[in-house]
C-alpha cells in the first residue's frame, strides 16, 4: 500500500521568505502527483499536478518537482505572503489517491 | 476541470442521528469519491460511488454506516447514520478529471 509522508508537520517563516515544502512517497508507481492548498475547515484547491513523465510544473510563485525513482516532490514557495497561510497537502495517484498528512503552513506579516 | 457544490458546509448534530452530505458536480462524470479527514489527520477514502450500481466501500467503513446514493452522472449523497462524537469530521467528495482530483469544500461535522 501507498505511504506518504509530509515534512515539516508545521512551519512558521517571517512574509518574504522563500520556503519549501517535502513529500515522500514509498511506491514510485504513480500516474502522477498533485499538491493541494487547504484552509481551516474548508476542502482542498489544487494548486499543481505533476504527470509522472514530468519533472517539474510551476504556477506563478509556486514551483513543484518531482522525482518518482527517489519517492519525493517538493513544493517550493517563493516569496511567501501572509495568505499563504494553509495546510498543504500533497496527494499521489497510484490507481487510488493517497494524501499525505500535510504540512501547516503559517506566513507572519 | 469541475466545479463541485457540496452541501452543508457545516453542521452539528445529535449523537444518533443521521445526515445526508450532497455534492452536485457542473459535468458528468463516472465515479464520485468520499472521504473523511478526522481532526489533525489527512484524507481517508471511505467509498466510491459509480451510476447505477453500489458503492465500493474501503477497509473499515460499511454501507449501513455510510450509505451512498448516485442517481446520475452528477449528484452524490453520503449519509453519516447513527452518529456518535467519533464521526466528527470533515467529509469531502472529489472527482478525478482526465488527470486532476476536484474536491468539494467539505462538510465539517460536528456530533454532541
Known amino acids: 500500500k501507498q505511504e506518504v509522508t509530509q515534512i515539516p508537520a508545521a512551519l512558521s517563516v517571517p512574509e518574504g521568505e522563500n520556503l519549501v515544502l517535502n513529500c515522500s512517497f514509498t511506491?514510485?508507481?504513480?500516474?502522477?502527483l498533485q499538491w493541494f492548498r487547504q484552509d481551516p475547515g474548508k476542502g482542498l484547491t489544487s494548486l499543481l499536478l505533476i504527470q509522472s513523465s514530468q519533472r517539474e510544473q510551476t504556477s506563478g510563485r509556486l514551483n513543484a518537482s518531482l522525482d518518482k525513482s527517489s519517492g519525493r516532490s517538493t513544493l517550493y514557495i517563493a516569496a511567501s505572503q501572509p495568505g499563504d497561510s494553509a495546510t498543504y497537502l500533497c496527494?499521489?495517484?497510484?490507481?487510488?489517491?493517497?494524501f499525505g498528512t500535510g504540512t501547516s503552513l503559517t506566513v507572519i506579516p | 476541470s469541475a466545479v463541485i457544490s457540496q452541501k452543508p458546509s457545516r453542521d452539528i448534530c445529535q449523537r444518533g442521528t443521521s445526515l445526508t452530505i450532497q455534492c452536485q458536480v457542473d459535468s458528468q462524470v463516472t465515479m464520485m469519491f468520499w472521504y473523511r479527514q478526522q481532526p489533525g489527520q489527512s484524507l481517508t477514502l471511505i467509498a466510491t460511488?459509480?451510476?447505477?450500481?453500489?458503492?465500493?466501500?474501503e477497509s473499515g467503513f460499511v454501507i449501513d454506516k455510510f450509505p451512498i446514493s448516485r442517481p446520475n452522472l452528477t449528484f452524490s449523497t453520503l449519509t453519516v447514520s447513527n452518529m456518535s462524537p467519533e464521526d466528527s469530521s470533515i467529509y469531502l467528495c472529489?472527482?478525478?478529471?482526465?488527470?486532476?482530483?476536484?474536491f468539494g469544500q467539505g462538510t465539517r461535522l460536528t456530533v454532541v
Open positions: 472529489s472527482v478525478v478529471g482526465a488527470t486532476e482530483a476536484f
Open positions: 460511488a459509480n451510476q447505477g450500481s453500489e458503492a465500493t466501500y
Open positions: 511506491d514510485s508507481a504513480i500516474y502522477n
Open positions: 496527494a499521489v495517484d497510484s490507481n487510488q489517491f493517497y
